[in-house]
């Protein structure tokens, strides 16, 4: 049974034709405080709606203030994990929350952020452990954000780190693993190739081109990523709605970068 109902689960957060998903994580509050975006977020989440995005991101705390009594469905994630920019150890993530209790609040799926490279990388593997067997019990699928994060990494970008911080959430028993873009699809490729699950690119901090991002994205694709979770570049955007839309065309329907670009100008 709780094999069914990962699988129910799953298709809430993952396209069930293309087997991709567009994720918009907006669970910055706790890390970084209310930023631009991220006020109303009954209006932000009914924009990244609308737009057709699989599924958002959030902590247990604003479930009920983002809720909707309308609008597009879209799948709903809950943060397990966090830490805040104010802590002398802000790559430490804490468990703040159960895989039981975001079932309790309606979840479809949970998250788990992972910093390895730095000297708190144990107790968050420990954690990490622990959150994928509650999952795996439930019936719960299990996004990992895993990123290259502290005193021993010189380069969070470096392919041989990224796939190897990916091959960790794949080994522990993440059902999708969410990692930085490396730069290029030939660097990209050996992340995917090595790993798997599912990998879908985090979008980073707040670009200055759409161009940018958008040839990120499909960078993504061509080397057999699986989606995106892209924030501050969706809900900080002028238009969330067509960035989503945007984005979409390029993981669902093998759209180009520049079609993309023409959602974003219409």
């Given at each position: 049974m709780t094999i069914l109902g990962k699988r129910i689960r799953m298709e809430r957060i993952i396209n069930r034709n293309t087997g991709r998903t567009v994720?918009?994580?907006m669970d910055h509050g706790i890390s970084v405080g209310p930023i631009d975006g991220l006020t109303d977020m009954k209006t932000t989440i009914q924009n990244i709606a609308e737009?057709?995005?699989n599924a958002i991101v959030e902590h247990k705390g604003l479930v009920e203030e983002g809720h909707r009594k309308g609008g597009a469905d879209i799948g709903l994630i809950i943060h397990l994990s966090g830490s805040t920019s104010l802590s002398i150890y802000p790559n430490a993530k804490t468990l703040v929350c159960s895989v039981e209790?975001?079932?309790?609040l309606g979840a479809d799926s949970v998250s788990i952020h992972v910093n390895l490279g730095n000297g708190q990388e144990k107790e968050m593997l420990h954690d990490f452990g622990r959150v994928a067997y509650e999952a795996r019990?439930?019936?719960m699928p299990l996004?990992?954000?895993m990123y290259?994060?502290?005193?021993k990494i010189r380069d969070e970008y470096d392919v041989n780190?990224?796939?190897?911080v990916a091959r960790v959430g794949c080994e522990m028993g993440a059902d999708i693993v969410k990692v930085s873009y490396t730069g290029s699809a030939e660097s990209f490729r050996q992340v995917t190739e090595g790993c798997s699950v599912p990998v879908v690119i985090a979008g980073g901090p707040k670009m200055d081109s759409d161009r940018d991002i958008l040839e990120m994205v499909k960078g993504s694709i061509e080397a057999g990523g699986a989606g995106v979770s892209i924030g501050r570049n969706v809900f900080q955007h002028r238009d969330p709605k067509r960035m989503v839309q945007a984005i979409s065309s390029i993981v669902h329907d093998e759209g180009s970068v520049d079609d993309a670009l023409?959602?974003?100008?219409t």
């Open positions: 994720i918009v994580p737009g057709g995005a209790e975001a079932l309790k019990t439930w019936g996004l990992a954000m290259p994060r502290g005193e780190v990224v796939k190897h023409g959602i974003l100008e």
